[in-house]
């Protein structure tokens, strides 16, 4: 029994230790460009990140939407500059996660997505109805 213990508290500090490395290690590609979008409005928290990174000589983009303290389990729509690109629905704690990937876009002559991308200034709104928070994305990489 003490061995199995043991041999457990071994493991358990070595598999932190291999996550920490990683972590620590991992670096994001220099040739990623990176927006972010964040706001608070009263108790609300909103916090939203674009990403186009070059792959193959193609382009794959990502949004993270994130929302804290929101209405408690409640279905909000998220919109960039009034298109609707999708919605979240928040927990029991009012927090809620959105998430998009498009893999394999043909960049243009700027070497962006040819297709819909976000630019500085570009507006995202999480919200329902006429209650919602928003907030413009500004290039940080």
Known sequence: MFLTRKFASILSVLVLALMAFNTATAQANPEDKIWTA???????VLKAKYKESPENGLIDQTLEVQIERAPQNTTLKITINGRSVGTMTTDAFGRGTFRRDIFGVVPGPDGRPTGPRINDSDVIRVGRGNLGISAEFVRIQ
């Open 38 to 44: 964040n706001a608070t409005q009263g108790a609300v």
